[in-house]
């Protein structure tokens, strides 16, 4: 691992800054907004930042940086794209284009026919189309490969039936990329077939699910006789599985993890030695407290090193396998343990959700007058819960450490 820039890297890392301080709308700049949203917003506002945010990346060649130049990307080298991402992260940057550019662009690119690729590859860079995702299912999460919503063939198209669960940002979706079962004989991992589909097909529906913070991210999504054209489906028919797990090798470094932990444990620290946050804080009365901070400030700087470690093997031609899963686990926990000291810090005044307590102003006061920044802490108290399940639970995260890292036995 070599932690400095080389010449060039320290010009592209001054070239991605101007860029920010340059085109990223005061809004952006300011924390407030997101892309995904922003772009359909019946705000005038805030789609003209959406549209101007996205036209300055466009300009550079940046909306897609690990995209082949041949396919409108920006061919970007590992590490160049780590600067990238690690840059926008810092400063609050949002990306363009959602998971069609991160995720679903590169598996077109690698499996989907020429046909797919001149269809969806020019809406995905020009935020034309918004994609999500359609894995996961009520009984089958960590064990995705049983999954049940049926594709049985019917012409020249497929006919789908079951449903999906904690569908991300499925409302603000255009398209949809899912995993059915077109083979129910096969083993598990087979008879798994990956399908495109447009969001308005008849049959297709969501439902919100609110979680516990009263934050509405996540979806039921349900399929009753929706008719795919089989020629939607990318990849092999069967082969799905194989299709959906290239899809999860992009984005391995989860350096926007690392950066987004530096920033709360800094802000945290910044804080508390205000006034407010003087006034606000146990720290004067407690040692184990700050002693926690000082923790949650090394560790944070452990993640940046997991993920540091991951893109100089990628940069050197290696795969990482369970250095991936070492980084997704320490942060998920990093992530639940920064917001648990964060409500400890401020103990009583934790109490307080901040701009979404309707309560506060039962007295008048000030917006904000006694949540600690804005509530930060206690609001991702409640929405950390689910960050040891999501995209892997930490148990299944151990056991691929275990196995690939340690070479530990199955069962």
Avoid: C
Avoid at 92 to 108: C, E, F, K, N
Avoid at 352 to 378: E, I, K, M, S, V
């Amino acid at each position: 691992m070599d932690w400095n820039d080389t010449p060039e890297q320290a010009t592209f890392r001054s070239e991605v800054r101007n860029l920010i301080e340059s085109g990223l709308p005061k809004a952006y700049a300011e924390g407030k907004g997101e892309w995904v949203q922003d772009r359909k917003s019946e705000d005038e506002t805030k789609r003209n930042a959406a549209e101007e945010w996205q036209t300055a990346l466009a300009d550079k060649g940046w909306i897609a940086p690990h995209w082949p130049k041949e396919f409108g990307g920006a061919g970007l080298s590992p590490l160049e794209q780590f600067i990238f991402k690690q840059e926008m992260t810092e400063a609050g940057a949002p990306a363009v284009g959602g998971q069609g550019v991160s995720q679903l662009g590169p598996t077109i690119i690698v499996h989907g026919t020429d046909e797919q690729k001149a269809e969806h590859l020019p809406k995905i860079l020009s935020g034309e189309v918004n994609w999500q995702q359609g894995y996961s299912e009520p009984g089958s999460g960590s064990d995705l490969a049983s999954l049940q919503t049926r594709a049985v063939r019917d012409g020249d198209d497929y006919v789908i039936n079951g449903q999906k669960i904690w569908t991300s940002g499925a409302q603000y979706a255009d398209w949809l990329y899912a995993l059915t079962r077109t083979d129910p004989e096969a083993p598990k991992h087979r008879g798994i077939s990956f399908m495109l589909m447009p969001m308005g097909l008849p049959g297709l529906s969501i439902r919100p699910l609110i979680d516990m913070g009263g934050h509405y991210h996540f979806n039921e999504t349900f399929f009753e006789d929706v008719r795919v054209p089989a020629s939607n489906v990318v990849g092999e028919v069967n082969r799905g599985w194989y299709v959906g797990a290239t899809l999860l090798d992009f984005e391995r470094s989860n350096i926007t993890g690392a950066i987004t932990s530096r920033k709360t444990i800094r802000k945290l620290i910044d804080y508390v030695h205000s006034d407010d946050g003087k006034s606000r804080s146990r720290l004067e009365n407690s040692t184990s407290l700050r002693h926690q901070i000082a923790d949650r400030y090394v560790e944070s700087e452990v993640q940046f090193q997991f993920s540091f470690r991951i893109i100089s093997m990628q940069s050197a031609g290696q795969i990482p396998n369970y250095e991936a899963s070492t980084s997704k686990l320490f942060n998920s926990e990093l992530s639940q343990k920064l917001a648990r000291t964060g409500t400890q810090v401020f103990g009583q005044y934790a109490q307080f959700w901040g701009h979404d307590d309707d309560d506060r102003n039962q007295y008048n006061d000030p917006p904000n007058a006694y949540a600690p920044l804005d509530g930060l802490f206690t609001q991702s108290y409640v929405r950390s819960v689910p960050a040891t399940i999501a995209a892997g639970t930490s148990e299944i995260q151990r056991n691929i450490i275990a196995t690939r890292g340690l070479g530990l036995p199955r069962g």
